[in-house]
């Protein structure tokens, strides 16, 4: 039997959500949590005040449901790494170090994402104001990349081509040799991202480095 369909009330109003959820996110990546009104997120999104009201009781609890719901969109970074280290295991350190250089790659190209460095700005801005938020996203995605980093790298470290005591320590090491120049440098000139040439240069350097550190 097919399901009844959707009251049209119950579909305008979820309608209405999404779109202030969207212009709300707009807003406060743009303007920070301060120089954000609910009035200006009601206008963008072409709703009452009254309705933003009523679906989200305040800014805060608006700003949190973002905030939430745009870490979640982690879980596509985590598979952008997990899927760049391939289901074929390198064989020599050689292989390794080819393999490494694509995974920096695919992980900077994740990180350097407008609305990736945009989010994490927002956060590091309102970390004070609310802790567990930046928290919470640093564990759904700095911590969860290099966790899943750890996880890759270990096969190399029980199959000998790595020499690692503290693989998750290693890990990181890889992430932020991959990740901390250019990161660095687009939190604070967001308008210019290195580029495909420069990108790549970044990360054959850091795989080279890593292998140069940790392989046998």
Do not use: W
């Not at 369909?5 to 990546?29: C, G, N, V, W």
């Not at 801005?125 to 990349?145: I, W």
């Not at 320590?169 to 687009?186: I, M, S, T």
């Amino acid at each position: 039997m097919n399901a009844l369909p959707e009251p049209a009330s119950s579909s305008r109003t979820e309608q209405k959500r999404r779109a202030i959820l969207a212009e709300a996110t707009t807003l406060f990546l743009r303007n920070g949590y301060r120089g954000t009104s609910m009035d200006e997120v009601a206008s963008a999104a072409a709703v009452s005040k009254q309705t933003v009201y009523k679906q989200f009781t305040d800014k805060e609890g608006l700003f949190r449901e973002i905030i939430a719901g745009v870490a979640q969109n982690a879980d596509a970074i985590v598979e952008t790494i997990r899927s760049a280290f391939g289901a074929v295991r390198a064989a020599t350190r050689e292989e390794l170090e080819t393999g490494l250089a694509s995974v920096a790659r695919a992980y900077l190209d994740a990180v350097l994402e407008p609305q990736v460095l945009s989010l994490r700005r927002l956060i590091i801005a309102e970390a004070e104001q609310f802790p567990d938020l930046a928290e919470s996203y640093f564990r759904a995605a700095p911590s969860r990349g290099i966790d899943t980093t750890a996880a890759c790298l270990a096969p190399y470290v029980e199959s000998g081509i790595l020499v690692v005591t503290d693989v998750q320590l290693a890990a990181a090491h890889f992430a932020y040799l991959a990740l901390a120049v250019a990161q660095d440098r687009a939190l604070f000139l967001p308008s210019r991202l290195p580029g495909a040439k420069e990108r790549k240069r970044l990360a054959t350097a850091a795989a080279r480095a890593f292998i140069a550190a940790y392989a046998a």
